[in-house]
Nanobody
Framework: QVQLVESGGKLVQAGGSLRLSCAAS????????MGWFRQAPGKEREFVGI???????IYADSVKGRFTISRDNAKNTVYLQMNSLKPEDTAVYYC?????????????????WGQGTQVTVSS
């Protein structure tokens, strides 16, 4: 069982930066693939990126070059560094975990989810 708690969301101006954190409880955090998703009002949940337990990373095209995912296994935490933010990045951001996300862009690949944190980017 893994419990996830996101933090760090807030209102920021376009062009600004923000770092989200996702703290995991439970054992064997290092054995989990950790994903980030986001959901804007009226839209489906969207893949942002994943950092696998082995350290490999995949990003959605919409955030590539602007967002960076990292993890600190000693702290049981995964991070999402967001730079050059745009109004279209406004969403609730969720972290998700699974022992192995075979198709990481699909939300149904993850068994554990946090409650989400709101990111609002003003123009």
């Amino acid at each position: 069982q893994v419990q996830l708690v996101e933090s760090g969301g807030k209102l920021v101006q376009a062009g600004g930066s923000l770092r989200l954190s996702c703290a995991a409880s439970g054992r064997s955090f290092s054995n989990y693939d950790m994903g980030w998703f986001r959901q804007a009002p009226g839209k489906e949940r969207e893949f942002v990126g994943i950092i696998r337990r082995g350290g490999s990373i995949i990003y959605a095209d919409s955030v590539k070059g602007r967002f960076t995912i990292s993890r600190d296994n000693a702290k049981n935490t995964v991070y999402l560094q967001m730079n050059s933010l745009k109004p279209e990045d406004t969403a609730v951001y969720y972290c998700a975990a699974d022992m192995f996300a075979a198709v990481p862009r699909r939300a149904d690949q993850y068994n554990y989810w946090g409650q989400g944190t709101q990111v609002t980017v003003s123009s």
